[in-house]
């Protein structure tokens, strides 16, 4: 038995807290900037596109080789100490020649500070970007959506598959804008996919290679599974 | 043999995790005066004449005790788990898709389905997000209204846990109890907003309804009567035995790995790490009341449900407060860029015929730019990210859903212990796959 459960913490509110935020103390634009935003400028110049300052809070523009090496920084300088990533997601605008965003939404637990970090990555070339998985094992799963739901490849994750969309889905990426809302195929042949799908093809081969416990099950059971037969229907 | 006493008295506290970061397991046995005492932990690890091929199970995506559609396939050696493959998306709708095809009044509704057990907080979220992305602010009267909603939810969604956990883990009577007072909080709403779980209640601006006459008389009935509720399940499960048993040592996290892993809420605070959007990030006049955040301190199953527990009494806390300092006035905002002016004024007023048009025909159009506005949800830090172009249309909407990432750490709590602890770690992220799918 170690240290006893301690129920409360005194007091009424944390007292590294910032002021709350709401649109009586904050102006659209400008504002405050986040101070790292500065650090960042100043330590990594070339990599550091621009910054701006939306309802008070601050965006970063950075370039998209420098994610990691960046965010890196941002988690482990003691001056910044990003420790918690909220959010993975990205962002397709309506005017196609614009192109498409990469957002982290990062978090300073220890300096109760927020700062978005940004990416555009040119829609006319392979969408990729630096992984943040070694960094935050948060991202595992935000990088998964992404790639499911835009197509961006996570340059070393170390599971990059679909998570909401099923493996063998074939219509795109659904939260592109060229993706309609209905689905790209028709409902005929969404159903016909939908009923042709094995049940096994939910296991990944990864999944399957410790399935190696098949060849010694009874035959009728080795049977009945090979065949596809379907049980329980 | 006296049978009576069978209330046991143990120690508080858990055993946490031996010198290798491995969770100690504490087998506890009955003495003869009824007490729990803890035996020696055994020695970790399969023996050898036992460790034979492993094996895949499946459990899941139709299982009760996985609180939804969530299919875990589990590597099995013997009865230890050696590897985790979670499975999601069964419930996956494309909310955040629809949204960017209505208008932000439009996506209310959907908020309610996503976490469905919360769905009062979600509307509540969301219309502060638009409204900060929108510049507009709402009256004394509408912040308040909303934070009673916001601890109302909680306390559903903390109830629905505590009694699904206990149904799970074998004790039937506190689900009752629980759902009891889930009961007589869903009549509360239902005599406000009209709807129980699908409530829709807030707007972009204000509420869709006020409270009416004699609402807070019920509100104050019910803080009075609730913590009974909760002091009889913290009674019955806290220091029992059995269930110490079940939940000590189970799917513990570190303070670091918690942080690293984006665990929020609840998971978060029990592993030892005091933040709370509502202390940190404040919103709705939260840093106005006084309430205190639990923090537990092994980051384990039984935890978890210590610091659930006593959020359910800071929650009533804070509404006897909000219900206290609610004052008189409008709940709607008085710009009529985002609510309608009175009917009899759009007849009359021209400028008032405007607003009335523009908001009819185009719906009301928010200055471009973006904002993520984190909210205290009862599962952990749910923040809801927009991105206007100016436009009567998000271009994204975005969840951020913290039982998804709180969920995606499940793998590492689950590895190295029983497959029946499984379902007490499984229950113990309160998971809602509406909100994990969305």
């Known amino acids: ?233 | 043999m006296a049978t009576t006493t069978r209330t046991v008295e143990v120690a508080l506290g858990t055993a946490g995790v031996d010198s290798d970061g491995r969770a100690v397991r504490t087998p506890m046995t009955v003495t003869e005066n009824g007490s729990v005492t803890t035996l020696e932990p055994p020695a970790m690890g399969v023996a050898p004449e036992l460790a034979g091929e492993h094996m895949l199970i499946n459990i899941g995506p139709q299982h009760p005790a996985t609180h939804g559609v969530l299919r875990l396939v589990l590597e099995l050696d013997g009865e230890t788990v050696v590897r985790c493959v979670p499975h999601i998306g069964y419930l996956h709708c494309g909310f955040e898709k629809i949204g960017e095809y209505r208008q932000y009044n439009q996506v209310i509704p959907w908020t309610d389905r996503e976490d469905y057990l919360n769905s009062i907080g979600n509307n509540v979220a969301f219309s502060i997000g638009a409204e900060r992305l929108f510049g507009v602010e709402v009256p004394p009267r509408c912040t308040v209204l909303r934070v009673i909603a916001m601890e109302l939810s909680r306390i559903i969604s903390h109830l629905v846990w505590l009694g699904t956990t206990c149904i799970d883990l074998g004790a039937f009577t506190p689900f009752l109890w629980s759902f009891q007072e889930r009961e007589n909080v869903y009549n509360l709403l239902e005599s406000w907003v009209g709807a129980r779980l699908t409530t829709s209640a807030t707007r972009v601006g204000g509420m869709a309804a006020d409270i009416p006459e004699g609402w807070t008389d019920q509100l104050r009935h019910f803080i009075r009567t609730f913590p009974k509720t909760v002091d009889e399940c913290d009674r019955m499960l806290t220091k029992n035995g059995i269930w110490i048993g079940r939940t000590t040592a189970l799917g513990v996290m570190s303070a670091d790995e918690a942080i690293n892993y984006g665990l929020s809420g609840p998971m978060l605070r029990a592993s030892g790490v005091a933040y709370d959007v509502r202390k940190d990030f404040p919103y709705l006049d939260y840093e106005t009341y006084d309430f205190d955040v639990p923090v537990g301190s092994n980051g384990d199953v039984y935890d978890r449900f210590l610091v659930r527990v006593e959020e359910l009494r800071q929650s009533t806390r804070i509404l006897a407060q909000a219900v206290d300092r609610l004052p008189d006035g409008p709940v709607n905002s008085s710009d009529h860029r985002v609510i309608l002016p009175p009917k009899s004024r759009a007849m009359s007023d021209m400028e008032s015929m405007i607003h009335h048009f523009k908001q009819v025909m185009e719906g009301p159009r928010p200055p471009i730019g973006e904002v993520y506005v984190p909210v205290e949800s009862p599962k952990g830090e749910k923040g809801y990210y927009f991105v206007s172009d100016g436009t009567a249309k998000p271009v994204r909407w975005r969840i951020r859903p913290p039982s998804y990432v709180n969920l995606s750490a499940i793998a590492k709590m689950v590895e190295g212990h029983l497959l029946s602890d499984v379902i007490a770690i499984n229950a113990s992220i309160d998971i809602v796959m509406g909100e994990i799918d969305r």
């Open chain 1, 1 to 233: 038995m170690n240290v006893p459960f301690s129920p409360v913490l005194p007091g009424s509110a944390n007292p590294g807290a910032p002021a709350p935020a709401t649109p009586r103390n904050l102006p659209q634009r400008g504002g405050e900037p986040n101070p790292s935003a500065a650090a960042i400028a100043a330590k990594f110049g070339k990599s550091f596109l621009r910054t701006e300052v939306v309802w008070g809070e601050t965006n970063v523009y950075i370039q998209a080789s420098a994610v990691s090496e960046i965010i890196r920084w941002l988690h482990d300088d003691a001056s910044q100490q990003y420790d918690y990533l909220s959010d993975v997601t990205a962002v397709e605008f309506r005017d196609p020649e614009q192109p498409l965003e990469v957002v982290w939404h990062l978090r300073s637990l220890p300096y109760r500070r927020f700062l978005r970090v940004k990416v555009s990555l040119d829609k006319r070339v392979k969408l990729e970007v630096d992984s943040v998985w070694p960094i935050y094992k948060a991202a595992n799963w935000l990088e998964r959506e992404c790639f499911d739901m835009f197509g961006i490849t996570f340059n070393g994750h170390p599971d990059l598959r679909r998570i909401l969309m099923w493996e063998s889905y074939r219509e795109g990426f659904p939260l592109r804008k060229d993706f309609p809302l209905r689905g790209r195929f028709s409902r005929a042949e969404q159903l016909r996919q939908a009923l042709s799908i094995t049940t096994e093809g939910r296991y990944s081969m990864e999944e399957l290679s410790v399935a190696q416990a098949f060849e010694d099950l009874p035959d009728d059971m080795r049977r009945r599974l090979a065949g596809g037969e379907r049980t329980g229907e």
